[in-house]
């Protein structure tokens, strides 16, 4: 990771301590994405498969290989070892790093 990269992570979204302030070198970075299953495109794969005598293999190989999941939205956001030994709450964790990524700052 260079200096760059440092620099955007160096704040924990716990706490919203330098990550040097825990006493340890070690941070983590944890990336949260959202999805949504696209209903419409698992009913097609689905009737593809039952036309083909119930075989979900073939249906894949002859289907369209369409998403079946679209992304919502995703966040990164760092933690500090105390914060990722306290047990972290990935809801919390995900509003947590929105609020820092909007400029909403310290931790409510």
């Known amino acids: 990771m260079k200096e ?3 620099r955007e992570c160096s704040v924990c979204a716990i706490c919203a301590a330098k990550i040097g302030k825990s006493q340890s070198p ?3 970075r ?3 994405d959202t999805y ?9 794969q689905a009737g593809l498969a039952m036309m083909l005598d119930g075989n979900p ?3 894949n190989a002859m289907g369209p290989d369409e998403d079946m999941a679209q992304r919502l939205d995703g966040v990164t956001t760092t933690l500090c070892a105390d914060c990722y030994a306290s047990g972290v709450d990935i809801s ?5 790093a929105a609020q820092r990524r909007e400029g909403g700052g310290e931790k409510q």
């Open 36 to 44: 949504f299953v696209d209903i419409a495109a698992v009913q097609r």
């Open 30 to 32: 944890a990336k949260i």
């Open 4 to 6: 760059r990269e440092l």
């Open 92 to 96: 919390q964790l995900a509003v947590f």
């Open 26 to 28: 070690v941070f983590y």
């Open 57 to 59: 293999i073939i249906a």
